[in-house]
């Protein structure tokens, strides 16, 4: 791998007598830290960073100044035809951020950065992992691996016919659940090798299990297992058990299956001992060959090039038929080598070899799909479930915000879903694979706030951090900021809001210099911010600056056609955590569902939801498994039916307190003065008639 195959597309040059005001023109719009100059032969003379320019900034220099007058002449440059081994360690080890790239004359070809160093390392570990997965899961050797805790990290297809096991189930468990007979956590206990000899009824194995150390400490354990069973019968026909332990200690040393590996050019990467055993030649003479001086007869690397496998095919070697297998390594769609296995039993093994490729590569495709999904967020539109046209319509106009950088509003009743519809904003734009912060306004103490939101500097106050702390915008910077509840924010500081949003800069608590940052910001609430600004509780500017985009989600009880969908939804979700297999809601559950206004929207469902599925239900949730006020508002008024004294109160009660928390918004304070109870009746009232609120 050659420096010009990692290097960053040609960037904007400066000349010498290109002006200060040029340079910083060019910063701007491109977003560089440091640009090559050079004369008018392309040749490099300098390199002028942002810094140099902050500080000509700092210095009032005149912004026509020549560019010339303030450049480093001293430039780390590097041809383009160097090996990436020879520079990645000094780039890697040295404080420069960047080299210029030339051509063998000296002529300016493009930049090398410390973002191009770990691509390229980062390519070289892929390659790796992928040559190590293709011979793990060729051994015909059992490989069972677990971390420090005794968590199974890796099973390989020979242990998963060896053990019936199954490694998707195996996996991240506990290794003694799912192998109860293994020696895997007396080796972590004591640190050491430990070989056993395993009978059962079918068969015999040989386990071999190892610790595996980091830095001196006991980081996990490996387990090799070899089927003896046919070796016992070799055993048997050699009389004495001494010889056949000499046996399978060799057999041990090495794979059973002579393997090798080569890149795309063919040439050799990797092989085992039976290879070398096989060739009778050392690892040494193989390693570094093309594949042709290696092995007579071989395919690999017209594998290698064209990525069509060759399985179960027959080579000729040293006067003998072999059946052979030759697979690519195939690394996002390209084919960077390929890996061959030269077979020393019959075409049924050869079968199942097969067999467990065809696992392998849904394997590999299921953990790629896995790591796609790690991101900042964990909602997307396509998580907002609905059959309302009005929310169908929000849900267009958030995918249009999102395409945007101006500020979003999402107002509407606590359980709505505003939190969803800020993830789904912020997954749905630019700024995707940058941070995502939720600041909840109402959970974090006023006094706290403003170093929540800005950071501090050490000393700013009593018990303030050593060092100093960042605040939520700052780490949030190239990313989305989300403001929950912003209607419970003081003015003081919603006047400090208003200066990030107008100026996209502030200063931390004690600091007296000011901390540019490039955040969108998505505030919720569920409360009127427009009485809000009439009755001077919201700053009117700030309000203004805020609804750019305003999204209004309308509650549960206007859109009733979501409350199927959206328990169906829970359902699948309930059913996979408590391992259930509850499969709806009867007609008549329905029925209570839709009669019931949903002060709690979307939130308040979860919660019945839950709690049906926590009850023994069969088959569907039906009216008995709802709570009583639930079914009680669903039945409507009918004189025929007299509820017991204490009950009734209960509902009553619970009513009340419902009714109490809608009306202001989830605030538990100000529901408990409103309904003339101390903070801590009103939680006993909650967990009492479990309203999770």
Known sequence: MLVRELMSAPATILRPEDSLRTAVRLFKASGLEGVAVVDAGQAV?????????????????????????????????????????????????????????????????????????????????????????????????????????????????????????????????????????????????????????????????????????CDGQVVGALALIQDLTSYEQVAQELETVKQLHGTLATILEIAYDAIVVCDEGGVVTMVNGALCHFLGRKEEEILGRHVTEVLENTRLHLVARSGVPEIGQIQLMRGQQYIVSRLPIVKEGRVVGAVGKIMFRGLAELREVARRLGALESQVAYYKEELSKVGGTRYTLGSIITSNPRVEALKREAAQAARSQSTVLLLGASGTGKELFAHSIHAASQRRTGPFL???????????????????????????????????????????????????????????????????????????????????????????????????????????????????????????????????????????????????????????????????????????????????????????????????????????????????????ESQAILDALTQTGGNKAKAARLLGLSRSRLYEKLKVYDLKR
């Open 438 to 652: 939720k600041v909840n306004c109402a959970a974090v103490p006023e006094n706290l706030l403003e170093s929540e939101f800005f950071g501090y500097m050490e000393g700013a106050f009593t018990g303030a951090r050593k060092g100093g702390k960042p605040g939520k915008f700052e780490l949030a910077d190239g990313g989305t900021i989300f403001l929950d509840e912003i209607g419970d924010m003081s003015t003081y500081l919603q006047a400090k809001i208003l200066r990030v949003l107008q100026d996209r800069e502030f200063e931390r608590v004690g600091a007296t210099q000011t901390v540019c940052v490039d955040v969108r910001i998505i505030a919720a609430s569920n409360r009127d911010l427009k009485g809000m600004v009439a009755t001077g509780k919201f700053r009117e500017d700030l309000y203004y600056r805020l609804n750019v985009v305003c999204l209004e989600i309308p509650p549960l009880r206007e859109r009733k056609e979501d409350i199927l969908p959206l328990a169906h939804f829970l359902l699948g979700r309930f059913n996979k955590v408590m391992g259930t297999k509850v499969g709806g809601v009867s007609p008549e559950a329905l029925a209570v569902l839709q009669a019931y206004d949903w002060p709690g929207n979307v939130r308040e469902l979860e919660n019945v939801i839950e709690r049906a599925m926590n009850l023994d239900v069969a088959d569907l949730i039906r009216p008995e498994h709802l709570p009583g006020y639930l079914v009680s508002r669903g039945r409507g008024v009918k004189g025929a039916e007299v509820i017991p004294y204490r009950e009734s109160v209960g509902r009553a």
């Open 45 to 213: 003379v300098g390199i002028f960073t942002k810094s140099q320019l902050f500080e000509c900034l700092l210095e009032s220099v005149d912004l026509e100044e020549p560019v010339g007058r303030f450049m480093k002449s001293a430039v780390v440059t590097v041809p383009s035809e160097t090996p990436f081994s020879e520079v990645s360690e000094e780039v890697r080890t040295t404080a420069v951020g960047q080299a210029v790239v030339t051509t063998g004359e000296g002529k300016f070809l493009g930049m090398l950065t410390k973002v191009d160093v770990i691509r390229g390392l980062l390519a070289q570990s892929d390659h790796a992992a992928s040559e190590f997965a293709s011979v793990v899961n060729a051994m015909d050797t059992g490989l069972v691996a677990v971390d420090a805790d005794g968590r199974v990290t890796l099973v390989n297809p020979a242990a998963e016919h060896l053990l019936g096991l199954h490694a998707d189930r195996a996996l991240r468990q506990d290794v003694a659940a799912v192998w109860p007979e293994c020696d895997l956590m007396e080796c972590l206990r004591r640190g050491e090798t430990l070989t056993r000899r395993k009978q059962s009824a079918h068969r015999t194995l040989l386990t071999r299990t190892s610790p595996v150390r």
